[in-house]
């Protein structure tokens, strides 16, 4: 044995607690046991929480476009130049990044 195998850390589950009922086999027993209706009101319960989370991570990314923008516009003014749109391209993408 290795004395390195020691200071490798072990593989964590890649599966969800939040969303265990969607993956792997366990989604298709139960859903063999639980009525329909009741697995689409815990589907449309589950999309409801994401189209939040969604919507609230478009809002801070608008946001941060928004100050983005205005520390350029900031910048252009104290050098007292005007930046050509594919330099403010590029450093809006290496932002993103």
Request: aromatic share 8%; proline share 2%; net charge positive.
């Amino acid at each position: 044995m290795s004395k390195w195998r020691y200071f490798v850390s072990k593989k964590k589950s890649y599966m969800n607690i939040n969303n265990i009922l969607s993956e792997g086999i366990l989604d298709t027993i139960l859903r063999a046991f639980i009525p329909k209706d009741i697995q689409d009101k815990t589907n449309k319960a589950y999309i409801k929480i994401k189209e939040k989370e969604l919507q609230k991570l478009k809002k801070q990314k608008k946001e941060s476009d928004e100050r983005l923008e205005n520390i350029l516009d900031d910048l252009e003014k104290q050098l007292e130049k005007s930046f050509p749109g594919k330099y403010k391209a590029q450093i809006r993408k290496k932002v993103e990044q």
